[in-house]
Every structure is written in C-alpha cells, then in structure tokens.
C-alpha cells in the first residue's frame, strides 16, 4: 500500500492557488474544465462551500487532490472532488472522502450529497463502497436561444413573486446548486410567468440560466418559448430525470449535454 498523503484544511489555500488545484484535480476528466479565481470565488459564495472543512491532499509537500464540502446545516454537498493524474490509483480520492465526511460529522450533518457522471463508473463505486446510495437522474440541458425574436407574451415579475410560486406548487427537492439557499445568492434574479408556470432566470451576457421551473407541460412550453428569447443560449442545470420540463427543452429542440447521479450518503 502506498503511503497516505497528508490531509490538511483547504483554508490554507487562497482563491488562486485553489483555482489551479482544481483545474489540475480534474486535467483528462470526462467533462474537463478550467477555473480561475472568479469561478472558485463564485462556487464559494453560491453553494456555501466551506475551506475550513475542505480537504487538500499534498504529497511530498506537493498540491495532489481537493475535496470541496458545502455547508447548509445537516446538509452537507460534496463540490468538485479530484486528484492530479500522478496521484491517481492511489487511494487519495478515498482518503479525501472520508476526511470531510468527517469533517461533516463533527459539524451535525446528516447527509451528504454529491452528483457523479453516470459514465464515470469508477467514481460511481468508490462512493457506493463508501456508502453512498442513488437517490435519481438529474440532467444539464442546453437550447439554443432567440435573442431579438418576439416570443409569447409572458409577465415578468419580482423574482421572488416567480419563487413563491414554484415553491407552492413544486412536487420534487430541487438539488443544491439551484435550491432556494443557492438562488438567494444569484445576483439579479428575474421571474418569468404564465397561466400554469412560473420561472427564475438569470440573464448573464447572452446566456439565459435556468435557476428554478415549474408548472404544466403546456404553460412551461409558452414561458421557455419567451425565456429562450432573453439570450442567444438557455440552460438549466441537474433538472430532474422526468420532470415536465425536460420534454418540453426536447420539444424546442434543447439537448441533454450530460447526465448525473444524484447520490446521498446518510451519516
């Protein structure tokens, strides 16, 4: 067995040298991704991560893994966890896991949550080793846009007149990067509704993101048909498998660009 790396608080890392840990963590994964300080400050604050119970691994003195922990009372998210290609095949993922479920513990969690790339089949079951259990399918959807078109009429309102709403009428838990915690940290916020639906969006350059949806299929065909005119892209992140709004992105001829497990482990 090689030897266990050294576990220490992600706290001693600053928005920089995280950014570059992350980047490197998830060099050659199945969707790799670059982040620079703005996204981990943005990942930070959004999804309530916390560096204090964050885990990094270092061997040889050396930056090789991270595990990133949210925070929201007895829940807990795992977001963003990985090791440099070195260090892979090592047991430093496991290591890492089991630091900040830990660390969670201590804090008087309940669950931990995390979503995985239903390819990534390695990942899949280190966490059911680790006791995880699936809880459902979430999807990343994208549609292309419609900016300068006119699209239906459709009122757009206070977003949290649009947030009552779906909160009243929602029939499923929305996951942690769009739950209600995470979409009080969205900067300009906008509702979106009609007869039947009602819709959070937030409007960022061209691109219109989906934050929270609910309602019929017919009254979400008319608010995403005036959404999609709000920019040239729309997307909503881990939309639940099935849910009434996933047909109609497919109608409009949205794309699913990547499915996930939801996993939950109970502490």
Do not use: C
């Not at 620079?36 to 061997?59: F, G, H, P, V, W």
């Amino acid at each position: 067995m090689p030897d266990e790396p050294e576990l220490v608080s992600a706290s001693r890392l600053d928005d920089a040298d995280l950014a570059a840990l992350f980047t490197a963590a998830y060099e050659g994964y199945l969707v790799p991704f670059v982040v620079d300080e703005n996204a981990i400050r943005y990942l930070t604050d959004s999804y309530d991560l916390d560096r204090d119970a964050s885990r990094i691994a270092l061997r040889d003195g050396q930056q090789v893994g991270l595990a990133n922990l949210g925070l929201r009372g007895q829940d807990a998210w795992i977001g963003g966890v990985g090791v440099v290609a070195s260090e892979r095949r090592r047991g430093t993922g496991r290591a890492l896991m089991q630091a900040v479920h830990e660390e969670a513990r201590s804090r008087g969690v309940e669950r931990v949550w995390l979503e995985v790339i239903v390819q990534n089949t390695q990942a899949i079951a280190l966490y059911e080793q680790l006791g995880y259990g699936h809880v459902r399918d979430l999807e990343v959807w994208s549609l292309p846009g419609g900016a300068g078109t006119n699209g239906p009429p459709v009122a757009e309102v206070e977003a949290a007149e649009a947030h009552a709403w779906i909160r009243e009428h929602r029939t499923e838990r929305e996951p942690w990067q769009r739950d209600d915690a995470s979409l009080a940290k969205i900067t300009d916020p906008r509702g979106l509704v009609v007869e039947g639906a009602a819709a959070v969006v937030r409007v960022s350059g061209t691109r219109v993101q989906l934050v929270q949806l609910e309602g019929h299929a017919n009254a979400l065909r008319e608010l995403l048909t005036a959404a999609r005119s709000l920019g040239e892209t729309l997307g909503i992140l881990n939309l639940p498998s099935g849910h009434a709004g996933g047909a109609v992105l497919a109608e409009l001829g949205g794309t699913i660009d990547v499915r996930q497990h939801e996993m939950v482990l109970r502490l």
